[in-house]
């Protein structure tokens, strides 16, 4: 079977849902904002992981969907969530970069904020650095558009690809997602902690936010807080949940 052409099908009978991480602040410990990762139950093959199946999807070119899908749907939970009472914070999507070449990612974004009825500034876009490579021109206008309507940009796995701090420098980022290979094991690792501490001191010049991504223990946490990171995301704090799951999470800190 040919897990390509259950995309479609996935797709068709609502086999895709998504499950949200909490990023927490720092400084205060709270819920800060929300990332929604994309999970496929085949009625079949059972749960498929999005590494499987993401990057089928941006060789095919039906990534587009998935996106146009992914971003909908989280602005409705967002939306419903706030509608509910529960605290506002912003949701991140995780657009792949082939959105920022091909297809029509402005009217994408515009059509879910427009259908949902969500504010802008509750929503944030992860892109990885890999966006930076192809079509400069293009990005950067996408990337001052999105943020001219009050969406937030994030660079997600930060220091695993290319990105050129010129471009970082020049373009309004709302902050950067340290990948977690930077992380895991750094109170143990001096090498590593002084790139860490590196890297948060040059991006904070560059006024972005740091998020720490990938905190599993307490002391990375404890370590991440005293380099100054602004935000941490991790299993520490929870796995990524279901919606439902997630709401009681979120009912709990409102
Ligand atoms: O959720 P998990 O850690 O299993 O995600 C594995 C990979 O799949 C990560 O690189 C993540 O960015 C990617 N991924 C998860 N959800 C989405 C999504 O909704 N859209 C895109 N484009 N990638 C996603
Ligand atoms: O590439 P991206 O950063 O979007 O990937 C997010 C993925 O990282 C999700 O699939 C999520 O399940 C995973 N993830 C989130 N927190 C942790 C963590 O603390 N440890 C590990 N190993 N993976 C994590
Ligand atoms: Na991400
Ligand atoms: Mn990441």
Not at 62 to 72: A, G, M, N, Y
Request: hydrophobic residues 40%; contains cysteine.
């Amino acid at each position: 079977m040919r897990l390509e052409n259950g995309l479609h099908k996935a797709l068709r009978d609502v086999q895709f849902s998504l499950h949200y991480q909490p990023k927490m602040s720092a400084e205060t410990g709270e819920l800060c904002g929300i990332e929604a990762l994309i999970r496929w139950q085949h009625p079949e093959l059972g749960m498929i992981p999005p590494d499987k199946f993401i990057p089928l999807a941006e060789k095919s070119g039906f990534i587009l969907e998935i996106d146009r899908w992914v971003f909908h749907e989280a602005c409705r939970q967002n939306k419903a969530w706030q509608d509910a009472g529960l605290k506002k914070i912003p949701v991140s999507v995780n657009i792949s970069a082939r959105h920022f070449y091909q297809g029509s990612l402005k009217e994408m974004i515009l059509a879910g904020l427009n259908e949902t009825g969500i504010e802008p500034q509750y929503i944030s876009i992860e892109i990885t650095e890999g966006v930076f490579m192809q079509n400069i021109d293009r990005v950067i206008e996408t990337i001052l558009f999105l943020r001219s309507l009050g969406i937030q940009i994030s660079i997600d796995d930060f220091g695993t690809g290319y990105s050129s701090l010129n471009k970082l420098q020049l373009l309004p980022i709302s902050d950067v997602k340290l990948d977690r290979s930077f992380i895991q094991g750094i109170s143990r690792d001096e090498k590593k902690s002084s790139i860490v501490k590196a890297i948060i001191e040059l991006v904070h010049s560059m006024n972005m936010k740091v998020v720490a991504e990938g905190v599993e223990t307490a002391d990375e946490s404890r370590y991440c807080k005293d380099l100054r990171c602004d935000e941490l995301q991790g299993y520490l704090f929870s796995r990524p949940l279901p919606a439902g799951q997630f709401e009681d999470m979120l009912r709990s800190q409102s």
